[in-house]
Nanobody, 113 residues
Framework: QVQLADSGGGLVQAGGSLRLSCAASGSPVSGETINWDRQAPGKQREWVGQITVDGVRFYADSVRGRFTISRDDAKNTVYLQMNSLTPEDTAVYYC???????WGQGSQVTVSS
C-alpha cells in the first residue's frame, strides 16, 4: 500500500522560507510523477508544481522562481523548498501521486505579514 507523509509546515514571516517534505512508502518516488498542490481557506485547490520520473520540473506561474521541487531517491522523499513567501502562499500543501491517486495528509503553511 502506497502512503505519503507530508511534513515541514509551520508559521513564517513574509519573505521567509520553509521546506516541506513528502516521504513515500510502498513505492519509489523515482518511479512516479509527483505533484504538489495547495488549498487556501475558502479557495479551490491549486496545483503548485510537479517533478516527473525523468526529474523534469514544472511550476505554476504564481510560484515559479520562488519554489523548487527536488527529490532524494535514497530517502524516498520529495521536497518543496519555498522561498520569498508571502501571505498569499498560506495554505495546506499536499504532495500526491496523480497516476494512482494517493495523497499525503497535508502540511499547513501560514505566512504572516
Amino acid at each position: 500500500q502506497v502512503q505519503l507523509a507530508d511534513s515541514g509546515g509551520g508559521l513564517v514571516q513574509a519573505g521567509g522560507s520553509l521546506r516541506l517534505s513528502c516521504a513515500a512508502s510502498g513505492s519509489p518516488v523515482s518511479g512516479e510523477t509527483i505533484n504538489w498542490d495547495r488549498q487556501a481557506p475558502g479557495k479551490q485547490r491549486e496545483w503548485v508544481g510537479q517533478i516527473t520520473v525523468d526529474g523534469v520540473r514544472f511550476y505554476a506561474d504564481s510560484v515559479r522562481g520562488r519554489f523548487t521541487i527536488s527529490r532524494d531517491d535514497a530517502k524516498n522523499t520529495v521536497y518543496l523548498q519555498m522561498n520569498s513567501l508571502t501571505p498569499e502562499d498560506t495554505a495546506v500543501y499536499y504532495c500526491n501521486f496523480p497516476r494512482i491517486g494517493v495523497w499525503g495528509q497535508g502540511s499547513q503553511v501560514t505566512v504572516s505579514s
